[in-house]
């Protein structure tokens, strides 16, 4: 028999062993986040998703844009988002009682890839007082929400 999620099963015995060799475990199954809370500062979520998570030891902020949360738009220019999409990740992370130095990890998404120093100018200026700085992906894309020139996520640890 074949059920919602796609396993094979013959009973419930072999789907709750199915479940944890895919690795979706039962909770996962049962749609239960124990130890999970949401973080909610900064500004509000475009979809529905939380922006930001904490799972006890690891914080994961989700990507950030210069959205202003005080009035909902977004800021004119690249650097003028990036301030403020970094402004937006740390107050996820002092909510969470972090600060710039638990990030460990961050994703930055640019729409135009030629923007790469101006943005370099902005992040470098946000943790230059960081003694280790936190490993980091860049990547040009097509397109961000709502017109953004630049997104960035975190990751950060206890």
Do not use: C, W
Request: aromatic share 8%; net charge negative; hydrophobic share 40%.
């Amino acid at each position: 028999m074949l059920n919602s999620r796609g396993y094979l099963v013959t009973g419930f015995a072999l789907g709750i062993t199915v479940a944890f060799v895919a690795g979706t475990g039962v909770g996962a199954r049962l749609g239960a986040q124990s130890g999970h809370s949401g973080l909610y500062g900064g500004a509000r979520p475009l979809a529905p998703y939380s922006p930001g998570v904490d799972s006890g030891e690891t914080v994961y902020l989700s990507g950030q844009v210069g959205i202003n949360p005080e009035t909902g738009s977004l800021h004119e220019g690249l650097q003028a988002q990036a301030r403020q999409a970094l402004s937006n990740l740390e107050s996820l992370l002092t909510e969470a009682g972090l600060t710039k130095d638990s990030v460990v990890r961050a994703t930055v998404y640019l729409d135009d890839i030629n923007n790469y120093p101006a943005l370099n100018e902005v992040y470098g200026q946000f943790f230059e007082d960081v003694d280790v700085k936190p490993s980091r992906s860049t990547v040009g894309v097509a397109a961000l929400p709502i017109g953004a020139a630049v997104e960035i996520d975190f990751i950060a640890v206890k």
